[in-house]
């Protein structure tokens, strides 16, 4: 297991864009796959972006697909979710979770530790 806290979360206008940041704990975090997720109001939790354990490989959901990218820095024990082009449909709080596995899922059951959540709130 790791420990995950999110940072960078705001409030930002349409079009602008957000960095979010997941530092990890734990020496095993290079041999961990990462995602983010999030879960808007009233919405049940969503896949956004995954990456595998060295970074070559990433996935993302249609709805953030060119706007948003998932990276890693496995010396810093942290990953990334750099957003662009935000609208008010990415409003929701975002999570970060590891997964105990070279590569990643879409499946938020596949993934064993999460972070708290940081609120994004895009306003237009």
């Known amino acids: 297991q790791v420990q995950l806290v999110e940072s960078g979360g705001g409030l930002v206008q349409a079009g602008g864009s957000l960095k979010l940041s997941c530092a990890a704990s734990?020496?095993?975090?290079?041999?961990?796959?990462m995602g983010w997720f999030r879960q808007a109001p009233g919405k049940e939790r969503e896949f956004v972006a995954a990456i595998n354990w060295t970074g070559g490989r990433t996935y993302y959901a249609n709805s953030v697909k060119g706007r948003f990218t998932i990276s890693r820095d496995n010396a810093k024990n942290t990953v990334y979710l750099q957003m662009n082009s935000l609208k008010p449909e990415d409003t929701a709080v975002y999570y970060c979770?590891?997964?105990?596995?070279?590569?990643?899922?879409?499946?938020?059951?596949?993934?064993?530790?999460w972070g708290q959540g940081t609120q994004v709130t895009v306003s237009s």
């Open positions: 979770a590891a997964r105990d596995s070279y590569y990643p899922t879409r499946d938020q059951a596949d993934f064993g530790s």
């Open positions: 734990g020496r095993t975090f290079s041999t961990y796959a």
